[in-house]
C-alpha cells in the first residue's frame, strides 16, 4: 500500500490505525487509548508521543522498525 507523509498522525479515540506503508512525519502522537499496526517490513519514521503515560498501543509485525524516539 501507499505510504504516509504527514507532519503528524494523531491517534484519538480507542479506535485502529492500520499502516500498509511507511509513515514518515514528525511524530505518531497517542491522544488517547488508540491502536496503530504496523504492517510487516513497513517503517515508522517519526517519534512516537503520548498525551497520557501508558496509554495507546504500538504492534509492529515481522521486520517492521521505528527509526524515531519512543515515550
Not at 30 to 39: F, K, P, Q, R
Amino acid at each position: 500500500s501507499s505510504d504516509v507523509y504527514a507532519t503528524n498522525l494523531d491517534v484519538e479515540g480507542t479506535g485502529t490505525v492500520n499502516l500498509n506503508g511507511d509513515y514518515t512525519g514528525t511524530a505518531i502522537r497517542y491522544n488517547a487509548d488508540g491502536t496503530v499496526v504496523l504492517a510487516n517490513g513497513r517503517d515508522v519514521n517519526s517519534a512516537i508521543t503520548t498525551a497520557t503515560t501508558n496509554t495507546g498501543t504500538l504492534t509492529l509485525n515481522g521486520s517492521s522498525t521505528v527509526s524515531g524516539s519512543v515515550g
